[in-house]
Nanobody
Framework: QVRLVESGGGSVQAGGSLRLSCTATTFNNALCMGWFRQAPGKEREAVAA??????????ADSVKGRFAISQDNAENKNTVSLQMNSLKPEDTALYYCAADYHKSPQYGGSWLGSNEYVYWGQGTQVTVSS
């Protein structure tokens, strides 16, 4: 069982930055940790993911070049952060941390579908005003 504890989020003006963090209570290098978001009236969508054992990172086209997912240092490697820069009003959503032990795309897996992830955080709100 993996429990995910999220922190960060908040409100910012367009062009600003926020940082989200997610800590897994149970961790090993086979874990994929990702971020999803869901805006009111819209489906949940994948934002970014990192396969911690491989160091492989994946991003949605809508956030490439603006968001960066990273794993903290060796002492806190069970924590993954999402640095969000150049935020836009359309980034406003409830952001969820997710985790699973599925295969990376390098080995035929997928990081995009919410059904690929078993473990979920409680969600943290990000609001970007214009």
């Amino acid at each position: 069982q993996v429990r995910l504890v999220e922190s960060g989020g908040g409100s910012v003006q367009a062009g600003g930055s926020l940082r989200l963090s997610c800590t897994a209570t149970t961790f090993n290098n086979a874990l994929c940790m990702g971020w999803f978001r869901q805006a009111p009236g819209k489906e949940r969508e994948a934002v970014a993911a990192i396969y911690t054992g491989l160091g492989a990172r994946y991003y949605a086209d809508s956030v490439k070049g603006r968001f960066a997912i990273s794993q903290d240092n060796a002492e806190n490697k069970n924590t993954v952060s999402l640095q969000m820069n150049s935020l836009k009003p359309e980034d406003t959503a409830l952001y969820y941390c997710a985790a699973d032990y599925h295969k990376s795309p390098q080995y035929g897996g997928s990081w995009l579908g919410s059904n690929e992830y078993v473990y979920w955080g409680q969600g943290t709100q990000v609001t970007v005003s214009s």
